[in-house]
């Protein structure tokens, strides 16, 4: 079955950075790549996803970029604010059902 | 968009005993899923509640633990049964409304087993 590896498992960044989150996933049927922040507490929120079709999507300050050769993807957060300090989280859908990654929590310092 | 009404938020149970958890959408999908996710952990999908029809299983979760139902397509129900301390956890339930789109979740159930 699909397996998705996500690194780093944490992450501190200066307010205004940038922070990069990678994932790997292992089944070439996957065409669907969500990403997921969750603050303490709250149930995941899907921040930006990519269809297989497309290599590239942007929206504001959130980036994901797909590589289906080398199957893997990542997220681009452009200058971070302390409101992104979360846990994220990146899936993937091979037949009908997300399989998430580990997650990582992103510590933005004022 | 999908509304998710999932209870309870949280409760506190004696092992041994079994707990209902509710899932209530606001609209009709065709996809419910539910899901574990232990302190600090990721989401690990337990199984795919299918409408008219027994749920999947995801490998290391059996029906006779997590029996599921799914009477209609707004509805779904995840009972823990016979619970023990590591059943301790946070458990989701989430939608979809259509095949690669996006997954909608429940506020979480927070359970912890004494």
């Known amino acids: 079955g699909e397996n998705v590896e996500q690194h780093p498992s944490t992450l501190s960044v200066q307010e205004g950075d940038s922070a990069v989150i990678k994932c790997t996933y292992s089944?070439?049927?996957?065409?669907?790549f969500p990403w997921y922040k969750q603050e303490l507490g709250k149930r995941p929120q899907l921040i930006i996803d990519?269809?297989?079709?497309?290599g590239e999507k942007k929206d504001q300050r959130i980036a994901v970029t797909l590589n289906k050769t080398a199957k893997h993807f990542s997220l681009h957060i452009t200058e971070t604010q302390p409101e992104d300090s979360a846990v994220y989280f990146c899936?993937?859908?091979?037949?009908?059902?997300?399989?998430f990654g580990q997650g990582t929590t992103l510590q933005v310092k004022p | 968009s999908a509304v998710i009404s999932q209870k309870p938020s949280r409760d506190i149970c004696q092992r041994g005993t079994s707990l209902t958890i509710q899932c209530q959408v606001d609209?009709?999908?065709?996809?419910m899923f539910w899901y574990r996710q232990q302190p600090g952990q990721s989401l690990t999908l337990i199984a795919t509640a299918n409408q008219g029809s027994e749920a999947t299983y995801e490998s290391g979760f059996v029906i006779d633990k997590f029996p599921i139902s799914r009477p209609n397509l707004t509805f779904s129900t995840l009972t823990v049964s016979n619970m023990s301390p590591e059943d301790s956890s946070i458990y989701l339930c989430s939608v979809e409304k259509g095949g690669n789109t996006e997954a909608f979740f429940g506020q979480g159930t927070r359970l912890t087993v004494v």
């Open positions: 609209s009709q999908v065709t996809m």
């Open positions: 899936a993937a859908r091979p037949t009908g059902k997300l399989i």
């Open positions: 990519i269809r297989s079709n497309v």
């Open positions: 089944d070439s049927a996957s065409n669907y």
